[in-house]
Nanobody, 117 residues
Framework: QVQLVESGGGLVQPGGSLRLSCAAS????????MGWYRQGPGKQREFVAW?????????THADSVKGRFTISRGYAKNTLYLQMNRLESEDSAVYYC?????????WGQGTQVTVSS
């Protein structure tokens, strides 16, 4: 079992920044990848960013956030981050941390990000 807990969401003005965190616990050593998804009002959940959990920590970002958002992991490898810069109103959504572990997908409870003046 893997538990994921997100934090760091909130209200920010357009052009501002936020950093989301995801604390992972449990059998995370069997998880080859972790990432972020988001779901805006009336929209389907969509991919934001992904990082492989091997030594290379290779990353992938959705085109809509490329150059503005950066996914990374903490030194202890059990914390996932999403640095979000130059936020836009279209980025408003509930952001979910996700992990794929031993062919099962796990989700956190989500954290709300609202971009508004």
């Amino acid at each position: 079992q893997v538990q994921l807990v997100e934090s760091g969401g909130g209200l920010v003005q357009p052009g501002g920044s936020l950093r989301l965190s995801c604390a992972a616990s449990g059998s995370i050593s069997i998880c080859p990848g972790m990432g972020w998804y988001r779901q805006g009002p009336g929209k389907q959940r969509e991919f934001v960013a992904w990082i492989t959990t091997n030594d290379s920590d290779s990353t992938t970002h959705a085109d809509s956030v490329k150059g503005r958002f950066t996914i990374s992991r903490g030194y202890a490898k059990n914390t996932l981050y999403l640095q979000m810069n130059r936020l836009e109103s279209e980025d408003s959504a509930v952001y979910y941390c996700s992990a794929v572990c031993d062919s099962s997908r796990y989700w956190g409870q989500g954290t709300q990000v609202t971009v508004s003046s």
